[in-house]
């Protein structure tokens, strides 16, 4: 929110997650998710709920799917991609491939929890990658810019 937030009137924030959140123990509070999809909580409905809140709705472009399906039907080009995906190497990895045609020249792309092994392990090998340049870690995120 705090993203979409600040953007200019014509820029929009486009959001891809399947929107499940973590496992719903059978002793949680109805107040931890009311939303629930089997164990798996489904937060879309809370996030739809803050976008309003916040009152954003007209700089949100939200995608309920997984990250493949996303990058099979978007065509568009950014200049800022944010991942933080399922948090294991292959699956970093995979965004990275299906995002990284998608960023500008002069774009930048920040990986969120940075220091979490296997992202650390894929980060690394990032800092090797022809056409990008490391440009700071704040925290927990990390930020390249793609050079060419």
């Known amino acids: 929110m705090a993203i979409a937030s600040v953007l200019k009137d014509d820029h929009r924030l486009w959001m891809i997650d399947y929107f499940r959140g973590g496992t719903v123990e059978r002793s949680s509070p109805p107040s931890s998710s009311k939303y629930s999809r089997g164990k798996t909580a489904w937060v879309y409905p809370e996030l739809l709920r803050t976008v309003i809140e916040f009152g954003v709705e007209n700089r949100v472009i939200i ?6 399906e996303a990058a099979s039907i978007i065509k568009e080009k950014f200049c800022f991609i944010f991942i933080d995906g399922n948090h294991s190497y292959d699956g970093v990895s995979s965004d990275w491939n ?3 045609p998608h960023l ?17 392990k894929f980060i690394n090998k990032l800092k090797t990658y ?12 990390m930020a ?3 050079l060419k």
């Open 144 to 146: 390249f810019r793609k």
């Open 63 to 68: 995608f309920p799917m997984t990250s493949q």
């Open 98 to 100: 299906l995002w990284w």
């Open 104 to 120: 500008i020249v002069g774009g930048i792309c920040l990986f969120h929890d940075a220091h979490y092994g296997p992202i650390q």
């Open 130 to 141: 022809p056409g990008l340049k490391e440009e700071k870690r704040v925290h927990t995120i």
